[in-house]
């Protein structure tokens, strides 16, 4: 993933996904050019990620295959997204 921060709470999902996430690579947009990333940068972006000798695509790769695995878990039956939405459905049934 290469995210394009432009407006509001983009800035900080940017971040996460780069910084925390690790799952997308870093874009510069150029502040003083309305926001708008150079040609050259983004080529850089995309031939990373398209790479695939490159390190940081297989780093984002495997970072994003294990958040995939831990999502599929949580909605199964007995995950904890499945666990708390059969709570959160018996709450409001209540009401």
């Known amino acids: ?6 407006y509001a ?3 900080l999902n940017a971040f ?4 925390e996430m690790h799952v997308a690579v870093k874009l ?3 502040r003083k050019n309305k926001g708008f990333v150079s040609a050259v940068d983004l080529e850089q972006a995309i ?3 398209m790479d695939p000798g490159s390190e940081e695509r297989s780093r984002i790769r ?6 995939m695995s831990a999502c599929r ?8 997204s499945f666990v708390h939405l059969q709570k959160l459905a018996g709450e409001l049934g209540k009401v």
């Open 1 to 6: 993933m290469i995210p394009w921060p432009l």
């Open 9 to 11: 709470e983009q800035h």
């Open 16 to 19: 996460m996904l780069v910084n």
């Open 28 to 30: 510069e947009a150029d």
């Open 47 to 49: 031939k990373l990620l």
């Open 62 to 67: 495997v970072q994003v295959e294990e958040m």
């Open 73 to 80: 878990k949580a909605v199964q039956r007995g995950g904890v």
